[in-house]
Structure formats: C-alpha cells, structure tokens
C-alpha cells in the first residue's frame, strides 16, 4: 500500500498508531487481535494465560495503519518470575500505546479490573472498553455493566463486542482509528506482524498443549524452537522444525508424551496444521520434552525462551 493510492477527495487524513488491547486473562484479546487483523497470528485456548508475550499484528487500510498489541492477561499473583514478567510485557505495551482498548467480560468489575484501571489511570493513555463475549449474555444485563464501568473511568467508547463471533468489531474498529493520530504507515503494507515464523511455531505448539492437557500442566511447558530449516533435504523439501517442550517434573512429561507417546504425536500433528497454515509451506515438525526444574522461576532460561 502507498498513500498514493487514496481517494484524496473523500478520505480523510490518514491516521495510524499503536494500541494495546489489556484485560484479565481469558477475556478474549488474542482472539480479538486475531480477528482484526484476520490471520491467526496470537495462540487462543479456553485456559486463562495462554498468551504470555506482546504480539503485534498490524492492520493496514487506505485510510489508517492499526499496529495492535496482543498481551498477557494481568496475572493474579506474582508469585513467580514467569508472572511477574507477563506484567512486564503488559506494562510496556500500555507504555508503547497511542491508545489503549481495555477488554473485560460482560459482568460487572471485579478486582482485577479495578487494578488494571488504576495502571491506565497511572498511563494517562487514552482508552475505548470492548465488552466481550455478548454472544452469552441477554442484551438487558449488559445495561448495568456498561454503567458500572462508566462510572469508573473516562473510557472515550464503551463498545460491545462479540470477538469470537466478530460482532460489533465493525463499530469497535472505526471507534479507535478515529482516534489515532494522523501520520504516515510505519509498516509495509504486506507486513502482519514483527514476528518470525520461527517464533509463530513455538506458539502453534504452545497453543496445542493448552488445549490438549488439563488443568497445571500447560502451565509448566515452555515451548523452545531448536531448529527451523526451511526446505529441508533430508525430510523431502520440507521445513524441518525441532521443538523442545521443556516441562517443571518427570511426571509431568509422562503425562505430556502420554500412552505410547499417543497425546503429544495430536499435539504434534494438528501445530504442524497450523504451522503450515501460517508459512504455506509443508513442514516436518518434532517434538521432544524435557525436564527443566523450576524453569518458571529461573531468570536466565526465561531470558533465553523469549520471555
Ligand atoms: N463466547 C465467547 N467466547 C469467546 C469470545 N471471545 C473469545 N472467546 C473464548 O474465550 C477463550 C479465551 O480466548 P483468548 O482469545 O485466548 O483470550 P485472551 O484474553 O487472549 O486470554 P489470555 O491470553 O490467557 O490472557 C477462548 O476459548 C475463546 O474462544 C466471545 O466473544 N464469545
Ligand atoms: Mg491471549
């Protein structure tokens, strides 16, 4: 995209900016984030805190550039380091912000929300709240949310939204650009994300995990891509990627590799669906667990994996 291919005469000034989505976990942003930009570009599960990293999709119009921030939900507890870095990535992201979307739930502000607003009240950002999810919800009961929350802080918008069904996010997107500065595209226009491929993967395998294992267990895995050789000779042309599923306890890797290593060969066989949905390319992916004690609270390793 160039801005020389804009109407001049009926479009307005071109408007671009960063805005992070914030909220509890589980609320929906990655899922919103994913939507918006339409390419599956930030790991979704029903498990709180599948997200553990600021990931940015970009959203290229004639008319305005959106890179949005997808991030960790607020953690309830900073007990460990993992935790207390997932506030990190989202602090830094409200930082980066032109403009802030707040997700919640469609049910009144509990707890978490009270804190999340006092960070953006700290921020001074902007900021529009997306009431999710109001696919489940009968429309009377969204009335006294919507005041709950309007009492609490100068939200510029308050919009309902469904992102899982993509409801209201057509009112939901022209409601930020409008309020974006004016200015140039930062990004090419063919630009999704500045993720690599690479780093894509690791989370198409994270993703599967969070949704194949139940309760703590995905908890305890970190997900590290050993290798990523595009067109691999040895497996046919393929991309050969070797991921290493690094979990807290032998039994927990047991359970991972399940019977006859039959639950992590589905993991292993519907991230790699999803890998080559997002590179367009066939892949050969492995996957190999090991034992990483304490690896969430162990500031090196988090370093190395990224987080
Ligand atoms: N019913 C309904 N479910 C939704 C909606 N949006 C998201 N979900 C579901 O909510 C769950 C969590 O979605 P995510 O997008 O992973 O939520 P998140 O806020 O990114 O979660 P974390 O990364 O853990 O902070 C998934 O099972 C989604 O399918 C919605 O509008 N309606
Ligand atoms: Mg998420």
């Not at 009926?10 to 914030?22: C, N």
């Not at 509890?24 to 942003?29: A, L």
């Not at 950002?125 to 109001?134: Q, S, V």
């Not at 066989?269 to 997002?278: D, F, G, N, W």
């Amino acid at each position: 995209m160039s801005a020389g291919i804009r109407d001049q005469t009926t479009a307005g000034p071109y408007r671009t900016g960063t805005v992070a989505i914030v909220g509890r976990p589980n609320v929906g942003k990655s899922t919103l984030l994913n939507g918006l930009i339409g390419f599956k570009l930030s790991a979704v599960s029903p498990k709180p805190q599948t997200t553990r990293h600021r990931i940015l999709g970009v959203l290229t119009d004639e008319n305005y550039q959106v890179a949005f921030l997808d991030t960790p939900g607020l953690p309830c507890n900073l007990d460990d380091e993992l935790n207390r870095r997932l506030l990190v990535r989202l602090g830094e992201a409200v930082k980066e912000a032109d403009l802030v979307v707040m997700m919640v739930e469609p049910r009144p502000p509990a707890d978490l929300e009270l804190r999340l607003i006092g960070q953006l009240k700290r921020s001074g950002k902007p900021c529009l709240l997306a009431i999710n999810k109001i696919d489940v919800v009968r429309k009377p009961d969204l009335l006294p949310v919507i005041d709950a929350y309007n009492g609490l802080y100068p939200y510029l918008e308050i919009v309902p939204v469904s992102a899982l069904k993509n409801e209201g996010v057509d009112y939901l997107l022209p409601a930020i650009v409008k309020h974006l500065p004016e200015g140039e595209p930062a990004f090419p226009a063919d630009e999704l994300t500045d993720r690599t491929e690479r780093f894509l993967a690791g989370e198409m395998v994270r993703e599967q995990v969070f949704h194949a294992y139940a309760q703590e267990v995905p908890y305890a895995v970190a997900v590290e891509i050993e290798q990523f050789r595009e067109g691999s000779e040895e497996h046919g042309g393929k991309d050969h990627i070797r991921a290493i599923l690094y979990v807290e306890r032998e039994s927990q890797k047991a359970i991972l590799i399940g019977k006859g290593g039959q639950l992590l060969k589905k993991v292993g066989t519907r991230a790699r669906q999803q890998i080559e949905e997002v590179t367009g390319r066939p892949v050969y992916l492995e996957l190999w667990v090991k034992v990483y004690p304490r690896w969430r609270k162990d500031k090196a390793f988090l370093h190395r994996i990224g987080y």
